[in-house]
């Protein structure tokens, strides 16, 4: 039986799923692996999605047989034991330091872009964001899934928009190019891309509150993927028609640059505004899905039984408020110590790619037959990414020996108290 109200629906969850990983990534993602890969990059968008379709079917099955509010860390649990899932939990509540503040710093820029924003105005704009998600929170979830919906809808607008104006497809970028001397650029644009699909284990933590969880859950799982890879192809092939691509600068401006070579300076309200909603989206179902989480453990006995409440509406309110003002902090900090985006996301991937090699070893004990041996090949899949991430992924695997360690002299600790008791 579900703890948690049933509210959500088949379309709430694509467009909950969608959002999520479109998020930071659809308006500067396509410009930096054209950047990498030129006209290759649109093979590798469709590559990525057949890379990413097992990790994705994985963890729908996953979900369809055993929703729960614990999400990833719960289903290792399953698989691997409780240490194992206090571990992986603690390890994914690390991404909220690191993670949360890039993703407000990117939403923040959007409107730095069309406003005199200094320092203190920007963290403003973050906290007024974060208390949004937080008023977003206390209502039900299908509340949450509306709002996506129709900031889905708005990014979908944008790139039809962009190809209506542009009068896309041109004869001088085909759709799949012929690239017989660029298949080499490939796997430089899919080590940039993969970002993109980040989010999946987030959505996880929604699985208890579907209607029909059986049915539903992997459905919108799927489609919201297959949703999100269609639409990052599609502004791909607007940043490639028009060239808005090349440099540093050139990549992180490539929605507002083409929106002013198609409609001119009046569009740059409408970028700042779609861009700030893409990477509200994206945050919001991390920071619910944080909110549920802690929610899960505090109720299984995991964590203080103080963040175990649930609001008239059936939401875990009080879980949401620490993440809230944890974010909160963590934003305040990394303006104080002028972090860049690009440091706080650095650190932040190895988290997510542990979490998803972990997930989808779980489903190679957990799953039986076929699904088992897709399982096996997300498990190498993810394991290709950890090792390609280099040095990057030493701030996640010292950190995870880092919690087995306290972890490990907690339970002894513990076991001696038990013992003299």
Not at 107 to 136: D, K, N, S, Y
Request: charged share 10%.
């Amino acid at each position: 039986m579900s703890r948690l109200n049933k509210e959500l629906g088949l379309l709430q969850g694509i467009a909950l799923l969608s959002t999520s990983l479109l998020g930071t990534g659809i308006f500067v993602v396509p410009a930096l692996a054209a950047t990498a890969a030129g006209s290759a990059s649109l093979w590798a968008w469709l590559i990525l999605i057949a890379l990413v379709l097992p990790v994705a079917f994985t963890f729908a099955q996953l979900g369809k047989r055993f929703p729960h509010a614990g999400g990833a860390p719960h289903l290792i649990g399953r698989a691997f034991g409780a240490r194992m899932e206090r571990l992986i939990a603690f390890l994914f509540l690390a991404v909220l330091p690191v993670g949360l503040p890039a993703a407000l710093n990117i939403a923040t820029g959007f409107w730095q872009a069309v406003l005199p924003i200094g320092r203190g105005e920007a963290l403003l704009i973050q906290f007024v964001t974060l208390g949004a998600m937080l008023l977003l929170g206390q209502r039900p979830a299908r509340a949450s899934g509306l709002v996506q919906g129709l900031i889905a809808l708005a990014i979908l607008g944008t790139v039809g928009l962009v190809w209506w104006v542009g009068d896309l497809p041109l004869a001088s970028q085909p759709l799949l190019p012929t690239i017989d001397d660029s298949w080499q650029l490939i796997p430089a644009a899919l080590g940039v891309m993969f970002w993109c699909f980040v989010g999946i284990e987030a959505f996880t933590h929604l699985g208890e509150e579907f209607k029909h969880p059986q049915r539903d859950f992997p459905l919108a799982l799927l489609l919201g993927v297959l949703l999100a890879g269609l639409v990052y192809w599609g502004f791909s092939v607007a940043v490639l028609s028009f060239g808005v691509y090349g440099d540093v600068h050139s990549d992180a401006a490539s929605l507002p640059r083409l929106m002013h070579m198609l409609l001119g300076d009046e569009a740059r309200w409408l970028v700042a505004a779609v861009g700030y909603l893409a990477c509200f989206a994206s945050m919001n179902v991390y920071v619910q899905g944080f909110a549920r989480l802690i929610w899960s453990l505090a109720d299984e006995g995991k964590l203080p039984s103080s963040l175990a409440p649930l609001n008239r509406h059936g939401v875990p309110a009080r879980a949401l408020l620490v993440v809230v003002l944890i974010c909160c902090l963590c934003a305040t900090l990394a303006a104080v110590m002028q972090l860049s985006v690009d440091d706080l996301i650095r650190y932040a991937n190895g988290n997510f790619i542990v979490v998803y090699l972990l997930s989808m070893a779980a489903g190679w004990v957990l799953l039986r037959g076929l699904w088992r041996w897709i399982a096996g090949f997300s498990t190498l899949l993810c394991c290709l990414v950890l090792v390609a991430l280099g040095v990057e992924a030493l701030y996640a695997l010292g950190l995870l020996v880092l919690l087995a360690a306290v972890g490990y002299w907690h339970d002894r600790r513990g076991a001696v108290l038990a013992s003299r008791g």
